[in-house]
């Protein structure tokens, strides 16, 4: 089984109010001993939750992920080739789905997400539940 990175969209289904993605989550976590995520990944978490929840849920979110996943920090050949995605893919395609992309491309992991931005990537495999 490919080893994978989570795109921010997982972890919005983890912390939504409906049981049957919640359910769907932790079965695929139990499936995998190495988990990653992208250091953006934690900003669109934290910045959701603290629009959404306030600073004391964003803080216990972002410390869960940092104890669970293993983090893909932004360096500079990441960088670039978020810059190549974003320019390749367009003018509207947001910069953070294109860093995250970056980083599973290189890192050669399948990206778990249900995004249409990254699935439009060509070189970049995902997939869902």
């Known amino acids: 089984m490919p080893e994978t990175l989570y795109d921010t969209r997982f972890f919005l289904a983890a912390y939504a109010a409906d049981r049957g993605p919640k359910l769907k989550v932790r079965s695929e976590l139990q499936t995998r001993k190495r988990r990653y995520v992208s250091a953006i990944t934690i900003h669109e978490v934290y910045r959701i939750s603290l629009e959404g929840e306030g600073r004391d849920v964003a803080k ?34 947001p910069i953070a789905d294109a860093i995250i992309a970056a980083s599973a491309k290189l890192k050669k992991l399948v990206c778990f997400t249900d995004d249409d931005h990254m699935k439009s990537i060509a070189a970049l495999k995902t997939r869902w539940f």
């Open 60 to 93: 216990i979110r972002k410390s869960a992920i940092e104890r669970d996943f293993e983090i893909i920090d932004v360096d500079s050949d990441i960088a670039a080739e978020s810059a190549e995605i974003k320019v390749s893919q367009g003018r509207d395609f």
